[in-house]
């Protein structure tokens, strides 16, 4: 099993980055994702959830009208469009992969996303 993101970078207030996850190895169709965000000395927040076929999202307040979630299922892959980013998303951003039965997760690795002028 893999999930792999990609996407992250260095960029300036008010510009945009769109993330992917990866997923492998098992069935992506059948898994509930997320993405979640860790700053550094603070706790891991959830962002972003989209339902295993994509017909239900939902938003941490903090990015909500600026994020979007969605998911390719023939792809096996997530993204995060991310726009209007502000200094404080500057975190690492994960995936998660929560299977819809008996809720087994798996996590990427992560990738960094800086946001500074």
């Known amino acids: 099993v893999q999930l792999v993101e990609s996407g992250g970078g260095s960029v300036q207030p008010g510009e945009s980055l769109r993330l992917s996850c990866a997923g492998s190895?098992?069935?992506?169709?059948?898994?509930?994702m997320s993405w979640y965000r860790q700053a550094p000395g603070k706790e891991r927040e959830l962002v972003a959830d989209?339902?295993?076929?994509?017909?239900?999202?939902k938003y941490a307040e903090s990015v909500k009208d600026r994020f979007t979630i969605s998911r390719d299922n023939v792809k096996s892959t997530m993204y995060l469009q991310m726009n209007t980013l502000k200094p404080e998303d500057t975190a690492v951003y994960y995936c998660?992969?929560?299977?819809?039965?008996?809720?087994?997760?798996?996590w990427g690795q992560g990738t960094q996303v800086t946001v500074s002028s």
């Open positions: 989209i339902s295993s076929a994509g017909g239900s999202t």
């Open positions: 190895g098992f069935t992506f169709r059948r898994y509930d």
């Open positions: 998660k992969a929560t299977e819809t039965l008996w809720r087994t997760e798996y």
